[in-house]
């Protein structure tokens, strides 16, 4: 008979990571698409796409209040930069504002929070994680010459992500969180989390309806279809890898 603690485990685990991996495969699917239709081809759509989801998740995931700062300054940066320069900025600009911003946050999170250097050796990991997935994506394509669908890509992508984090996550956090002190740590994490979201936000408006004219209405159309099937992909990926790993020991629930 299972005990409750370990139930209760097993359900929170498959709560958490199945919304994270929901999250983190809307993004991906967002992301892919938008560089496909700016002409990108090749290895560049997956390994963008997954590392800039797998920190963005990961900072959600082991470093919520040092990402929820920096995503919040990114927003307002981007507002700000929109409503003073107008929808012809370039990516650069938006993308550099909100980093400036986020850094500025981090540094007063760290300032009051007395924040470690574990922040940043967790997104640290989570970049790792998405370059090597992306690159394994990347690769499995171009071997096979498949063309697979949304779905399955962001689930392959979320269990090859969670899996390398998980795995890998001891080390990199033991060996990271010396790496640079508390407050620079969180101001790092807080910049890079708010300069992806200063540039989704570019990429979704402004610089999309600049780049495309008027066939933007169309791109931000198709980027809308895959984002259900990469929610619904990450989700079953997430999930299904969370337990597993669960089951096998990793104890998931003392992230929660």
Same mark, same amino acid.
Do not use: C
């Given at each position: 008979?299972?005990?409750?603690?370990?139930?209760?485990?097993?359900?929170?685990?498959?709560?958490?990571?199945?919304?994270?991996?929901?999250?983190?495969?809307?993004?991906?699917?967002?992301?892919?698409?938008?560089?496909?239709?700016?002409?990108?081809?090749?290895?560049?759509?997956?390994?963008?796409?997954?590392?800039?989801?797998?920190?963005?998740?990961?900072?959600?995931?082991?470093?919520?209040?040092?990402?929820?700062?920096?995503?919040?300054?990114?927003?307002?940066?981007?507002?700000?930069?929109?409503?003073?320069?107008?929808?012809?900025?370039? +990516?650069?600009?938006?993308?550099? /504002?909100?980093? %400036? @911003? *986020? =850094? !500025? $946050?981090?540094?007063?999170? #760290?300032? &009051?929070?007395?924040?470690?250097?574990?922040?940043?050796?967790?997104?640290?990991?989570?970049?790792?994680?998405?370059?090597?997935?992306?690159?394994?994506?990347?690769?499995?394509?171009?071997?096979?010459?498949?063309?697979?669908?949304?779905?399955?890509?962001?689930?392959?992508?979320?269990?090859?992500?969670?899996?390398?984090?998980?795995?890998?996550?001891?080390?990199?956090?033991?060996?990271?969180?010396?790496? +640079?002190?508390?407050?620079?740590? /969180?101001?790092? %994490? @807080? *910049? =890079? !989390? $708010?300069?992806?979201?200063? #540039?989704? &936000?570019?990429?979704?408006?402004?610089?999309?309806?600049?780049?495309?004219?008027?066939?933007?209405?169309?791109?931000?159309?198709?980027?809308?279809?895959?984002?259900?099937?990469?929610?619904?992909?990450?989700?079953?990926?997430?999930?299904?890898?969370?337990?597993?790993?669960?089951?096998?020991?990793?104890?998931?629930?003392?992230?929660?």
């Amino acid at each position: 008979m299972m005990s409750r603690d370990r139930f209760t485990a097993i359900v929170l685990t498959l709560v958490v990571w199945g919304l994270s991996g929901g999250v983190f495969g809307a993004l991906f699917a967002g992301v892919y698409q938008i560089l496909s239709d700016l002409g990108l081809s090749g290895w560049q759509p997956p390994v963008v796409a997954a590392t800039a989801a797998a920190v963005t998740t990961t900072a959600l995931y082991s470093a919520m209040p040092v990402a929820l700062m920096g995503a919040m300054a990114g927003v307002l940066a981007s507002i700000g930069a929109l409503i003073l320069v107008g929808h012809d900025l370039g +990516l650069t600009v938006m993308a550099g /504002a909100g980093g %400036v @911003a *986020g =850094v !500025v $946050a981090g540094s007063f999170y #760290a300032w &009051i929070a007395q924040s470690s250097g574990r922040p940043f050796a967790e997104t640290l990991t989570g970049l790792l994680a998405g370059l090597i997935a992306g690159g394994t994506l990347a690769t499995v394509v171009a071997l096979t010459g498949h063309q697979v669908g949304t779905l399955v890509l962001a689930a392959g992508v979320v269990a090859l992500v969670g899996s390398l984090f998980q795995v890998s996550e001891r080390w990199m956090v033991s060996h990271g969180a010396a790496l +640079l002190p508390g407050g620079l740590a /969180a101001a790092l %994490v @807080a *910049g =890079v !989390v $708010a300069t992806l979201v200063a #540039a989704s &936000i570019w990429l979704l408006g402004g610089g999309t309806a600049f780049s495309f004219g008027g066939g933007a209405q169309d791109i931000l159309g198709q980027v809308r279809q895959e984002i259900g099937p990469g929610f619904l992909g990450g989700l079953l990926g997430g999930a299904i890898t969370g337990l597993t790993l669960e089951l096998l020991g990793f104890h998931l629930e003392d992230h929660a």
